[in-house]
Nanobody, 115 residues
Framework: QVQVVESGGGLVQAGGSLRLSCVAS????????MGWYRQAPGKQREFVAT???????NHADSVKGRFTISRDNAKNIVYLEMNNLKPEDTAVYYC?????????WGQGTQVTVSS
C-alpha cells in the first residue's frame, strides 16, 4: 500500500504564491503517477495536475501558466508550485497517488486566497 501526506497550505493574498508538498510512503515502487486535486466549498472535487512516473505532466486549463507540478523521485515527493493565486483557487487540495490497482488519497491541505 501507498500512503500520501500533504503539506504547505495556508492563507495568502491574491497574486501571491504557495508551494504544496506531498510525500509518498510505503510501496512507492508501485506508483504509476501522482497528482493534485482540489475541492472548494459546495463544489465537487476537481482535477488540478498530474505527473507520471516518467515525468509527463498535465495541468487543468484553469491553472495552466500559474501552477506547476513536479516531482523528486529520489525522495518520493511531488510538489505543486502555485503562483499568481486567485480567490477562486481557494479550496482543500488533495494529493493522489495511483498504481495499477489502487488509488491513495491524502487528508488534504487548505489553501485560502484573500482578495
Amino acid at each position: 500500500q501507498v500512503q500520501v501526506v500533504e503539506s504547505g497550505g495556508g492563507l495568502v493574498q491574491a497574486g501571491g504564491s504557495l508551494r504544496l508538498s506531498c510525500v509518498a510512503s510505503g510501496s512507492t515502487f508501485t506508483i504509476n503517477g501522482m497528482g493534485w486535486y482540489r475541492q472548494a466549498p459546495g463544489k465537487q472535487r476537481e482535477f488540478v495536475a498530474t505527473i507520471s512516473s516518467i515525468g509527463r505532466t498535465n495541468h487543468a486549463d484553469s491553472v495552466k501558466g500559474r501552477f506547476t507540478i513536479s516531482r523528486d523521485n529520489a525522495k518520493n515527493i511531488v510538489y505543486l508550485e502555485m503562483n499568481n493565486l486567485k480567490p477562486e483557487d481557494t479550496a482543500v487540495y488533495y494529493c493522489n497517488a495511483y498504481g495499477r490497482n489502487y488509488e491513495s488519497w491524502g487528508q488534504g491541505t487548505q489553501v485560502t486566497v484573500s482578495s
